[in-house]
Every structure is written in structure tokens, then in C-alpha cells.
């Protein structure tokens, strides 16, 4: 049996084929990213809610020794961390980026997250973030705790635990000659170093939502 040569002769360059490559292969990605970016928002969104409901600080305001320092009463303990935790998780946003052929080879484009604002005015803005007293003074604790760091808020009065006693039912403010109040210095923040901020920046955290976005994509 006779054998016959076939000869292909392509018409294109090599730049033009793997331009048609890329365009195909970033035509799929399109399609997986954009289904990745919808699905992975609500479950980041859970995932961060999680995260900062146990941080030290919020386990604190809770039942220890923030919740005494700052008056709060148990409900508005309660309350504040759940809203608190709600707000940051709100602010998530995942936005696919449309994936294109590069001019430098490859592709470029992805998804991007955005999580809380860098001013803080989702958490402050809640009703929860402030508690007056009886005299009707207003005691602005979630920017104490979030931004004031070691910085002496009250002067010549201490917190004195006490079970019992005051708003929160742990203790009082107390008048004391010389004395200084401020948010203890294990739970002191700044404006780009508090609990919200180590929550969302630790290597676990990354971890996590880039394991939601990789499971999100593959299937």
C-alpha cells in the first residue's frame, strides 16, 4: 500500500496562534472567575464574621475585663460584638476582573477583595459603639478601643472590679488622686494595628479565603 506525505501548512504566525490560545484559555478563566467571585462573597463574608467574633478583644466585651472597663451592660455587650462582627463582614466585596491576553505573554486580571473600609465608619457608625451614663455624658468606647492605643483617656480615676457593681455588673469608675484611666495595653489599638486589622492580616486568615476562592474555582 502506497504511503502519502501530508504536508500542513500553517498561515499563521506564531505571535497569531498563541494569541488565539491565550484568548481561548482567558475565555474559560472569564467564566470560572466570575462564578468563583460570586459564590466565595457570601461565604468570605462568613468566614471573616467568624474571625473577628474570636478575637481576645471581642471575647472580652462580652464576659471579662473590657466589658467592666468600658460599662457595658451584658445585652449591649452582646449586642456590640454581634454588630460589631456583622459590619466587617458587610463591607465584603469580591469583584471578578475581567482576564485578558497580556502584552508582556500570559494573562492578566483576576478577582479582588475588599474588606472594611480604612476609616473605620461602618463599626463606628453603629449605635452600639458609644454608651452614655446616667449623667448623660457620652463614653465613646469602640474608638477608644480601636484607635487611642496607650493614651490616657480619663484622669484621676481608675476601674476597680467588683462583682456587682456598675453598669456591667464587674465594677466602677473610681476618683483617685493622680490616677489615669485607659483601654488596658493588651487590648489598646491604633488606627492600622487593632483587633480588626490583626484579625484579617494574619497567614490564616489569607489561607482561608484563598482556599474559598481556589474551591470556588475548580468546582
Request: aromatic share 6%; hydrophobic share 40%; net charge positive.
Amino acid at each position: 500500500m502506497a504511503r502519502s506525505n501530508v504536508i500542513i501548512k500553517l498561515l499563521e504566525t506564531d505571535d497569531q496562534i498563541v494569541d488565539k490560545i491565550l484568548k481561548g484559555l482567558a475565555s474559560q478563566a472569564n467564566r470560572r472567575v466570575t462564578i468563583a467571585a460570586r459564590k466565595s462573597m457570601s461565604q468570605i463574608s462568613e468566614y471573616v464574621r467568624g474571625v473577628i467574633l474570636k478575637t481576645p478583644e471581642m471575647i472580652e466585651l462580652q464576659s471579662g475585663v473590657l466589658r467592666g472597663e468600658f460599662g457595658l451592660t451584658p445585652g449591649k455587650a452582646i449586642s456590640a460584638v454581634e454588630d460589631i462582627a456583622n459590619r466587617v463582614a458587610a463591607s465584603i466585596t469580591v469583584k471578578a476582573t475581567r482576564i485578558t491576553p497580556s502584552k508582556m505573554g500570559g494573562l492578566q486580571g483576576g478577582i479582588t477583595i475588599f474588606i472594611q473600609p480604612v476609616d473605620f465608619s461602618n463599626v463606628i457608625a453603629s449605635p452600639q459603639a458609644i454608651v452614655r451614663t446616667e449623667k448623660g455624658k457620652q463614653l465613646d468606647w469602640l474608638k477608644w478601643l480601636l484607635f487611642e492605643g496607650d493614651a490616657i483617656i480619663i484622669d484621676d480615676y481608675e476601674f476597680r472590679f467588683k462583682k456587682g457593681k456598675g453598669r456591667s455588673g464587674l465594677g466602677t469608675m473610681a476618683g483617685v488622686k493622680s490616677g489615669v484611666w485607659r483601654v488596658p495595653p493588651e487590648y489598646a489599638g491604633t488606627e492600622d494595628h487593632n483587633f480588626i486589622t490583626k484579625a484579617l492580616q494574619t497567614d490564616k486568615s489569607a489561607t482561608a479565603v484563598a482556599a474559598i476562592l481556589y474551591t470556588n474555582m475548580v468546582y
